[in-house]
């Protein structure tokens, strides 16, 4: 991938879109949010990415409705992610 390249592509975080560089992962498209968080944990504090690369599985979020490690995630055109995996669309209760 070229680092310069400065296309950008939708997303939309939590119902709100969003947009970022092509080529971020979501990961760092959600560090640029304001909670800079990646999900709750089941007692309900909040989680972030640790490690960068797959192995912590913090950074767990719901991407067109399945669950993807969001620091081993590019972003792409269009994507739906949901950061709260307790409140995500599809999630059985």
């Known amino acids: 991938m070229n680092p310069f390249n400065s296309t950008a592509v939708q997303i939309t975080v939590n119902g709100t879109p969003w947009q970022v560089r092509a080529g971020t992962s979501v990961a760092a498209a959600l560090g640029q949010l304001a909670s800079g968080t990646t999900r709750t944990s089941i007692t309900g504090e909040p989680r972030a990415p640790l490690c960068g690369m797959g192995i912590c599985h913090e950074c767990r979020v719901r991407i ?21 995996m307790g409140t995500a669309p599809g999630n059985a209760p």
């Open 64 to 84: 067109q409705g399945r669950i993807r490690l969001a620091c081993q995630t590019v972003c792409a055109d269009g994507m739906q992610i949901h950061t709260d």
